[in-house]
């Protein structure tokens, strides 16, 4: 009896060919401070040069159970583009521009063709946002995952000036809370979303989603928002005491993430529009208030906390999505207080 | 009908008790150069001082279905370590040295307990190699990964001083491949393993491994070797020309990936004793000698690219694990010949 390695589930020539089809889509994201070849062990990057004491900024992260939509739909190229701009927001919140990208994509059968489309999305994430794709692992793992899935994670590196640090330890009671508007779920919810959409609601990812012109998949696929253009113009119009980027934990597990020591925030929820995708969680879940704050973002991508005094700077910005006042920061324990004025 | 998250089979409690369990694990690893806390959205690093002209050299990876193996024997203390010290040598041969890194754990359900015996390998690991763990995503995903699944990879970033960076360009024929043991499997070949293990010859993890007084558990999750102290005496003795860590591919897909044109290798596979682990899988698997050298190390953990005439300087080093001489490089194009003398 012979054994060959590709009975046992693994098939380097796959491997080989998916590595020539990402080649192309990984070299496009390359800036100047690339020093390294695709196939070599490691990725090098040069730290760009002029900083005076830049201090590394990096995050890791996936997509969670979102790819479980992607998957359904068979929609794999804009996946990528989540995660890269989920992780760019996780080092945009203390000040981080992005420099590198390195991804994890693990399957139970490489099929080059999905990992293509796959890399075709975190490579154009990384564009967007001036950031390399100098790193990856595709990793076959049959027996662990189901020959038709995959998973897939990420790695950001960025750098800021350490005097440019945002970290909120500045933050003060008689700050504002701004807000930037979110397109949809983003990455986050995934788990009760499709609950109540797929097995609750009996949809599938072709129907109609309700109350919208446009179908489940495509509005549960929304991609992620990456707001480095708008905190980028907000830094310019005033100094950015805090900002929290709403992920799994909602705006209630997030913001206090960055308060300091004797602050709380209460945030009018009646402020902004919640967006339709969400009431319709909430109606057809069963879902409590409190509870699809914590699992949702709820309209809310990012916040930031700026003193009361640059509120009129802040709106003068030009900005893609405009950021609007949600609340402010009192005195208290570290709390998120709800209210509806 | 109400719906909470943890319904849907994401339970934030358990995510919040995980946290506080890995804590200690990971400041446990922190060196001066980390300026952020647990829980701050992105890992904060200060680029160490003193370096002419830094190159960052980053790598991500997984351990392969070496989990799997991990998850039948129950044992998830090491399995983080095999993670680190793998990546560990991938920055290492291109010159890079270790500063931090950053882990991904997803799972269908989230058990703190195991992630803490997973995050102590990952701190270990860290620690031994002096690299700072300062972020990571754990992420529960009911319906991708079974209950009592997991998937684990990291993302490392070292640095090099740009003219210290180990790039193969200077191999040339007549230089001599010196290699540096492996341990066991490290974390490669795997699925094949396992096949042969398991389902050909029937054991299971607490048996004894045939022709050793050890389990089977035991010979399988022998820890990856992190070769950072052996290079770093090698260079102490000499200048290196290249470095390829042998992971999937083996001896004959590594080493071509840094071998600049007109150079191929030749390796005598008589100049060390195969350990018995290996035999017994080319025997009880029957796979093919060729194969073998694709799939598995063979012994073999990190081979480098010396001159000829440094030999004497680097068998004087004082190692752990002593590199000999197991080939050369000769005029070719890119191959690696293997005979037996």
Request: hydrophobic share 35%.
């Given at each position: 009896m012979s054994s060959r390695y590709s009975e046992a589930g693994v098939d380097i020539d796959a491997a080989n060919e998916a590595n020539r089809r990402i080649g192309e889509h990984v070299r496009?994201?390359?800036?100047?401070?690339?020093?390294?070849?695709?196939?070599?062990?490691?990725?090098?990057?040069?730290?760009?040069?002029?900083?005076?004491?830049p201090v590394l900024v990096s995050s890791i992260d996936g997509v969670g159970t979102k790819l479980k939509v992607a998957l359904m739909a068979g929609k794999h190229d804009t996946i990528g583009e989540d995660l890269v701009n989920h992780c760019v927001n996780d080092i945009l919140v203390q000040g981080g521009e992005p420099l590198f990208f390195l991804d994890y994509y693990a399957c139970g059968k490489l099929r080059p063709e999905i990992l293509e489309e796959v890399v075709s999305g975190i490579s154009r994430g990384c564009k967007v946002n001036g950031c390399a794709l100098i790193g990856g692992e595709t990793a076959e793992m049959p027996g662990l995952y189901s020959v038709e899935e995959y998973d897939l994670a990420g790695c950001i590196v960025g750098v800021v000036e350490r005097d440019r640090i945002i970290d909120g330890k500045q933050i003060t009671p008689g700050d504002s809370i701004w807000a930037f508007p979110s397109n949809g779920l983003h990455t986050n919810g995934y788990s009760l979303a499709r609950r109540i959409v797929f097995e609750k609601e009996g949809l599938g990812v072709d129907d109609r989603f309700p109350g919208t012109g446009r179908s489940v998949a495509e509005v549960l696929l929304d991609v992620h928002v990456s707001y480095l253009p708008e905190i980028r113009t907000m830094r310019e119009c005033t100094g950015i005491r805090g900002l929290a980027h709403i992920t799994g934990g909602g705006l209630l597990e997030n913001i206090p993430r960055i308060l300091p020591g004797g602050c709380a925030v209460t945030i009018d929820t009646s402020s902004w529009e919640v967006p339709?995708?969400?009431?319709?969680l909430g109606e057809r879940?069963?879902?409590?208030k409190k509870e699809m704050y914590r699992v949702f973002n709820m309209g809310i991508g990012m916040i930031a906390?700026?003193?009361?005094?640059?509120?009129?700077?802040?709106?003068?910005?030009?900005?893609?999505?405009?950021?609007?006042?949600?609340?402010?920061?009192?005195?208290?324990?570290?709390?998120?207080?709800?209210?509806s004025a």
């Amino acid at each position: 009896m012979s054994s060959r390695y590709s009975e046992a589930g693994v098939d380097i020539d796959a491997a080989n060919e998916a590595n020539r089809r990402i080649g192309e889509h990984v070299r496009s994201t390359w800036t100047g401070e690339v020093l390294s070849e695709v196939g070599n062990f490691g990725g090098l990057f040069r730290i760009p040069e002029g900083l005076k004491e830049p201090v590394l900024v990096s995050s890791i992260d996936g997509v969670g159970t979102k790819l479980k939509v992607a998957l359904m739909a068979g929609k794999h190229d804009t996946i990528g583009e989540d995660l890269v701009n989920h992780c760019v927001n996780d080092i945009l919140v203390q000040g981080g521009e992005p420099l590198f990208f390195l991804d994890y994509y693990a399957c139970g059968k490489l099929r080059p063709e999905i990992l293509e489309e796959v890399v075709s999305g975190i490579s154009r994430g990384c564009k967007v946002n001036g950031c390399a794709l100098i790193g990856g692992e595709t990793a076959e793992m049959p027996g662990l995952y189901s020959v038709e899935e995959y998973d897939l994670a990420g790695c950001i590196v960025g750098v800021v000036e350490r005097d440019r640090i945002i970290d909120g330890k500045q933050i003060t009671p008689g700050d504002s809370i701004w807000a930037f508007p979110s397109n949809g779920l983003h990455t986050n919810g995934y788990s009760l979303a499709r609950r109540i959409v797929f097995e609750k609601e009996g949809l599938g990812v072709d129907d109609r989603f309700p109350g919208t012109g446009r179908s489940v998949a495509e509005v549960l696929l929304d991609v992620h928002v990456s707001y480095l253009p708008e905190i980028r113009t907000m830094r310019e119009c005033t100094g950015i005491r805090g900002l929290a980027h709403i992920t799994g934990g909602g705006l209630l597990e997030n913001i206090p993430r960055i308060l300091p020591g004797g602050c709380a925030v209460t945030i009018d929820t009646s402020s902004w529009e919640v967006p339709e995708l969400f009431s319709y969680l909430g109606e057809r879940g069963g879902v409590e208030k409190k509870e699809m704050y914590r699992v949702f973002n709820m309209g809310i991508g990012m916040i930031a906390v700026i003193p009361a005094s640059s509120e009129n700077k802040v709106a003068s910005g030009k900005y893609r999505f405009s950021p609007f006042r949600i609340g402010e920061v009192v005195e208290g324990d570290g709390k998120v207080i709800l209210y509806s004025a």
